[in-house]
């Protein structure tokens, strides 16, 4: 007889003609554990039809981008003020090569 799993009878996977075929033969002399099987295995796959998968995304995937997106933001707004703050920094130096032609001073 096939081993009981939560959703149906298994058996060794790679051609085990004969335990599949015991499996079956099982479920066909037992409609109470038919039905137990078949009720567990409805119930699983329910959570992936197309409501299941919709609340899904829209609940746990939606959330989860706008969080996402909030921290990206607040990096970047950081990464901004970095960057404006060393520019200001930057400018009187730019300024005062900018006034003496752009040009460095020569070693000779």
Known sequence: ??????????FEPGGDVQGA????EELL???SLCAEVGERGRQRVSQWDWQASTDHLLTEQYAACISNWR???KKLAFIVA???MVNDFLKPQKEQKQQQGGAAPSAA
């Open 29 to 31: 002399r037992s409609p």
């Open 71 to 73: 921290t990206f933001r």
């Open 21 to 24: 075929s015991r499996c079956v």
């Open 1 to 10: 007889d096939g081993v009981k799993g939560d959703y149906g009878l298994l």
């Open 82 to 84: 970095i960057k404006k």
